[in-house]
């Protein structure tokens, strides 16, 4: 009978964080697979942790997860931890659990700290719905991108960030979403120098460029979701077309051959062309 993959959460600072479940599977199963060893082995020293510890990361080879598999197959018991958190939440595991649900495992998850979850909690920002994007992609053009694909998304939006991008990020998504969307910087949760600013993001670009600490450590973005109207497919069709004939034409002559191309009311057409010919 194959044996139980053990998820286990482990403390993102604060080690009075760690569960007493946690430590407790953590000494108990035959192996640990660690996604830095070296980090890791800090933390199953302070609570006198003798198992034996094996690296499993996003660029280990198919034979580490075989190898991984293997012990599990014998009928042993494995637990998977990250750096810090939960693992799998923006963390290496993904393949690992798979591969374990396949040859029949039973994957058991222990619970515990996970930033992205610490900083929505005290965020103040909606919570009933929301979507964690993980890291943005670090060249400009392709963050840019991504941002715009969630510019009307309503539910409130989580981000992590590197803390030498943290300024290009704000200031893309100041120019992106607004300056005046609500977001809050969750920066060292539960460490020596946590710091949780709330604002408009002009006003956090405003502060992270002023104060050279809010661009250092672990960093968790909490921003407000779209809360204006979200137009039909059929409507923003027709909004593209008329912007793009606005250029050249009279908002009369737009809204004309807008109504021809889109098959819209022309009347409709004629209201929306004069509304965007004034805010241009």
């Known amino acids: 009978m194959a044996g139980t993959l053990f998820v286990v959460a482990t403390p993102i600072g604060n080690l009075g964080d760690m569960v007493p479940r946690g430590i407790d599977i953590l000494q108990t199963v035959d192996l640990i697979a660690a996604e830095d060893t070296r980090r890791s082995s800090q933390l199953l020293k302070q609570f006198n942790i003798l198992t034996e510890l094996i690296s499993y990361h996003d660029h280990s080879s198919l034979g580490r997860i075989e190898q991984v598999v293997a012990v599990l197959e014998r009928g042993d018991n494995v637990a998977l931890i990250s750096d810090a958190g939960t693992p799998l939440i923006s963390d290496p595991g993904y393949r690992l659990v798979r591969r374990a649900l396949d040859i029949g495992c039973t994957v058991s998850p222990v619970p515990g700290p996970c930033a992205a979850m ?39 939006l989580i981000f992590y960030e590197a803390p030498h991008r943290i300024q290009d990020t704000v200031a893309d998504l100041c120019e992106i979403f607004g300056d005046d969307r609500e977001a809050v910087l969750a920066r060292e949760l539960t460490k020596t120098y946590e710091t949780i600013i709330a604002g408009p993001l002009a006003d956090l670009y405003a502060q992270i460029n002023s104060d050279a600490n809010q661009q250092r450590g672990e960093i968790v973005l909490i921003v407000h979701g779209f809360s204006g109207a979200v137009l039909s497919d059929e409507d923003a069709e027709q909004e593209r077309v008329l912007k793009i004939l606005l250029v050249d034409l009279s908002v009369k002559q737009a809204a004309n051959l807008a109504a ?18 004034q805010t241009r």
């Open 118 to 156: 610490a900083a929505l909690s005290v965020a103040g920002l909606p919570s009933d719905r929301f979507v964690f994007e993980g890291f943005l992609p670090s060249r400009a053009g392709q963050r840019q991108k991504a941002l715009m694909a969630l510019a009307k998304e309503p539910r409130t």
């Open 260 to 277: 021809r191309i889109t098959g819209g009311s022309k009347n409709k057409l004629y209201q929306q062309a004069l509304m965007l010919s």
